[in-house]
């Protein structure tokens, strides 16, 4: 079984500039979140998909930050202005029958 | 603030012995409890979860013990070996995944 796919693994961004990440869940698996992970912290949970439907989105700075996922399969997440305290790294997770969530890689993202 | 707080920071085991690591959380909502281990590099992998309904789970090495009334539970790692050394994270979450709060970490390394 493929795991959860995320792209880039890496981005290199100046402050104000926009950024977009992509995550493509294990086939089937209905819930998909976006976390971020700042380096030596717990991953922080920014939204949480059911399908194609927002469940929370309550830690999202909205502001900047937005996320999608049309059809119900894959997701994009996009920053836009960046800031430096973005730096950070995002993961993608998806979800099994039993609540058990399956990370992505991860992208590490640095904003300059 | 909902926080699940973790302890210790950082942990040194020699190879062979039990390495323990305590988190506490605060939403006596929360009804599931997972474990993640995390590599440099990796997105973080369910290791074992427990729900408040047992208070001991046992897989392999690893086993969680679960104290509904002091709102705390533990991982315990038996025979600890040197592939171990990594950073694991506690969580907690409302059913479904939604709410999900990691701790902070906590950096294992286990001596040869």
């Known amino acids: 079984e493929a795991g959860v796919a995320q792209s880039p693994r890496y981005k290199i961004i100046e402050k104000r500039q926009s950024v977009a990440f992509w995550c493509n869940p294990i086939?089937?698996?209905?819930?998909l979140y976006w976390y971020q992970q700042i380096l030596g912290q717990g991953p922080k949970l920014l939204i949480q998909f059911q399908n194609n439907g927002v469940v929370d989105d309550s830690q999202l700075p909205k502001d900047r930050f937005s996320a999608e996922r049309l059809k119900g399969v894959d997701s994009t997440l996009k920053i836009q202005p960046a800031k430096l305290e973005d730096s950070a790294v995002y993961l993608c997770?998806?979800?099994?029958?039993?609540?058990?969530?399956?990370f992505g890689p991860g992208t590490r993202l640095t904003v300059t | 603030q909902q926080q699940v707080k973790q302890s210790p920071q950082s942990l040194i085991v020699q190879k062979g012995g039990i390495s323990i690591i305590n988190c506490a959380y605060e939403?006596?909502?929360?009804?599931?409890f997972p474990w993640y281990q995390q590599f440099p590099g990796k997105g973080p992998a369910l290791l074992i979860a427990i729900r408040p309904d047992v208070s001991e789970k046992k897989e392999g090495r690893f086993t969680i013990s679960f104290n509904k009334s002091a709102k705390q539970f533990s991982l315990h790692i038996m025979d600890s070996q040197p592939g171990d050394s990594a950073t694991y994270f506690c969580a907690a979450s409302l059913t479904g995944g939604f709410k999900t709060i990691f701790g902070a970490g906590t950096r294992l390394f286990v001596k040869a």
């Open positions: 997770a998806s979800e099994g029958l039993r609540y058990e969530q399956y």
């Open positions: 939403n006596t909502a929360f009804d599931y």
């Open positions: 086939s089937g698996h209905a819930t």
